[in-house]
């Protein structure tokens, strides 16, 4: 997945969700973080820890790239070209797919980048709407929501990729994390009008240049609207049961997505 220019700072939803209550917790349930960055540079850690892996091992042509990118099903490749074959009968080089058993490929993909551009895009945008988030909804909260998110876009491209095509890059979970931040503007009554603009330029990149993966895109996006919809929106009373049932709910529909998505390329 190619990421686009995200970033965007909404001072309105920091400080409602900053606002904390005698437990130190704050507005939205969640404990208040003594340093809200610290969850976006461990992911940022774990993301350069896989892409210098990658870099180590021959780059593009990394088997690490095979093993790790979201490829809906398996291809085998000769010399001469890519066939859809067995894996039993391919004598040549087998590209593992989430179809045939690389399951794995669902989550890893999130983590993994091979253009240094891409990896510097998409880390740039976590760190500018990483903290935010953090800070205003708790480490766990936004930490779920940062995986859900890239689970969610995953979903989507096993549903409508093409089947014999790579997907890599954070964008999902980076525009999960944009789609979550526009749900808390609404929620506070901000301003979403520059949010809004970069959503668009976002939405027009995504389709303006070739091998960008909407899918990962529109995935995320809407996993992460409905993550954040789930934790602002719950009840105040017994808001952390509510959320609780909420993300519970999701994750299980996620997982139907993606098994049946699998089954369905089987």
Not at 38 to 45: D, F, G, R
Not at 169 to 184: D, K, P, Q, T, W
Request: hydrophobic share 50%.
């Amino acid at each position: 997945m190619r990421d686009a220019a995200v970033g965007f700072h909404c001072p309105s939803c920091v400080a409602e969700g900053a606002k904390s209550t005698r437990s130190g917790r704050t507005a939205y349930g969640g404990l208040r973080s003594s340093n809200p960055a610290l969850t976006s540079m461990v992911l940022i850690a774990m993301n350069a820890a896989v892409w210098l892996s990658i870099l180590a091992t021959g780059g593009r042509a990394s088997r690490l790239v095979d093993q790790l990118a979201l490829r809906p099903n398996g291809l085998c490749v000769f010399p001469q070209g890519a066939f859809d074959v067995p894996q039993e009968t391919c004598d040549g080089t087998w590209l593992p797919g989430a179809a045939d058993g690389a399951w794995w490929q669902v989550l890893t993909s999130t983590f993994t980048h091979v253009e240094i551009w891409h990896i510097a895009f998409n880390m740039l945008a976590l760190w500018f709407l990483g903290p935010q988030l953090e800070l205003a909804i708790g480490r766990l909260r936004f930490f779920a929501l940062y995986l859900l998110s890239g689970l969610a876009g995953s979903a989507l491209v096993l549903w409508a990729s093409p089947q014999y095509q790579s997907t890599v890059g954070a964008s999902g979970a980076i525009f999960g994390l944009l789609g979550a931040l526009l749900v808390l503007a609404v929620k506070v009554g901000g301003n979403v009008s520059q949010l809004g603009g970069w959503l668009l330029l976002n939405v027009v990149i995504t389709f303006s240049f070739p091998n960008i993966s909407w899918q990962g895109h529109l995935g995320g996006f809407i996993g992460g609207a409905l993550v954040a919809a789930v934790l602002v929106y719950s009840p105040r009373e017994r808001r952390g049961t509510w959320q609780l049932i909420g993300l519970g709910a999701i994750s299980l529909l996620l997982l139907a997505a993606l098994a049946t998505g699998i089954t369905q390329l089987a």
